[in-house]
C-alpha cells in the first residue's frame, strides 16, 4: 500500500537553484495536490490539479510551476529557488467529486540558502 | 473569504481526561468540515468530516467532533486521551464552491500534548 510517494524526503538547494518535487499515487485518485506547511502557518495551497490535463493556482503560487504528467503524476518545480520557499511540501490526492477526504503523502523537506 | 482558526497553539492534558481541540470557520453557506492529524515527520491523515446530517460525527481512533452552526464552530474531542494522541491536529474547511475538488483551507493547528 504505498498510497502517495513524494521523492526528494530532503533536499538543500543555493537561492537560484531550481528543482522538482516528484509526486505519484497509485490510488486512482483524479485530484492531486501540492501544500506548502510552515509553523503557525498551517498548509497552503499551491497548485492543485482536479482531473488529468487540469491544473489550477492554489493559494501561494508564485515561484512554482506544476506539470501533471498523467493520472498518477503531479509534479511540483521550483524554478529560481528563493529563502522564503524553504518549507516541507506535502503532496495530496483525492477522488473525483469526493467531499475533502485527502490521501497525503509523507512530504518533502527543502532548505533555500 | 473562507477562512478557519484554531485559536490555541498547544493543548496540554492528563491521560485519561477528555480533550477538546477548539476550531471556528468563516464559510458563505454550508460548510464542510475535517479534522486531520499529522504525527511527527509524518503526513496528515483524516479524522473526520462534517457534510450534512447529524451534528456529533464520529471518526477514527474514538475521536468525534461536534458541529455548531450557531457559533460557527467544529471542535474536535475525546472522551478519554491516550498518550499516543499526541500529536498536530488540523481543522479545515471546503467552501461550497470549491468545484468537484477536495480544495481545503486549513488552519494554523494545535499541539495535542497527553501527559501519562
Known amino acids: 500500500n504505498a498510497g502517495v510517494t513524494q521523492t526528494p524526503k530532503f533536499q538543500v538547494l543555493k537561492t537560484g537553484q531550481s528543482m522538482t518535487l516528484q509526486c505519484a499515487q497509485d490510488?486512482?485518485?483524479?485530484?492531486m495536490y501540492w501544500y506548502r506547511q510552515d509553523p503557525g502557518m498551517g498548509l497552503r495551497l499551491i497548485y492543485y490539479?482536479?482531473?488529468?490535463?487540469?491544473?489550477d493556482k492554489g493559494e501561494v503560487p508564485n515561484g512554482y510551476n506544476v506539470s501533471r504528467l498523467n493520472k498518477r503524476e503531479f509534479s511540483l518545480r521550483l524554478e529560481s529557488a528563493a529563502p522564503s520557499q524553504t518549507s516541507v511540501y506535502f503532496c495530496?490526492?483525492?477522488?473525483?467529486?469526493?467531499?475533502?477526504?485527502?490521501?497525503f503523502g509523507e512530504g518533502s523537506r527543502l532548505t533555500v540558502l | 473569504a473562507q477562512s478557519v482558526a484554531q485559536p490555541e497553539d498547544q493543548v496540554k492534558v492528563a491521560e485519561g481526561n477528555p480533550l477538546t481541540v477548539k476550531c471556528t470557520y468563516s464559510?458563505?453557506?454550508?460548510?464542510?468540515l475535517f479534522w486531520y492529524v499529522q504525527y511527527p515527520n509524518r503526513g496528515l491523515q483524516f479524522l473526520l468530516k462534517?457534510?450534512?446530517?447529524?451534528?456529533l460525527v464520529k471518526g477514527s481512533y474514538g475521536f468525534e467532533a461536534e458541529f455548531n452552526k450557531s457559533q460557527t464552530s467544529f471542535h474536535l474531542k475525546k472522551p478519554s486521551a491516550l498518550v499516543s494522541d499526541s500529536a498536530l491536529y488540523f481543522c479545515?474547511?471546503?467552501?461550497?464552491?470549491?468545484?468537484?475538488?477536495?480544495?481545503?483551507?486549513f488552519g494554523q493547528g494545535t499541539t495535542l500534548q497527553v501527559k501519562p
Open positions: 490510488m486512482n485518485h483524479n485530484s
Open positions: 462534517y457534510i450534512t446530517g447529524d451534528n
Open positions: 495530496a490526492s483525492s477522488r473525483q467529486g469526493d467531499t475533502g477526504e485527502l490521501f
Open positions: 464559510v458563505s453557506g454550508n460548510p464542510y
Open positions: 479545515a474547511v471546503r467552501g461550497p464552491y470549491s468545484g468537484n475538488t477536495g480544495k481545503l483551507i
Open positions: 490539479s482536479a482531473s488529468e490535463g487540469t491544473t
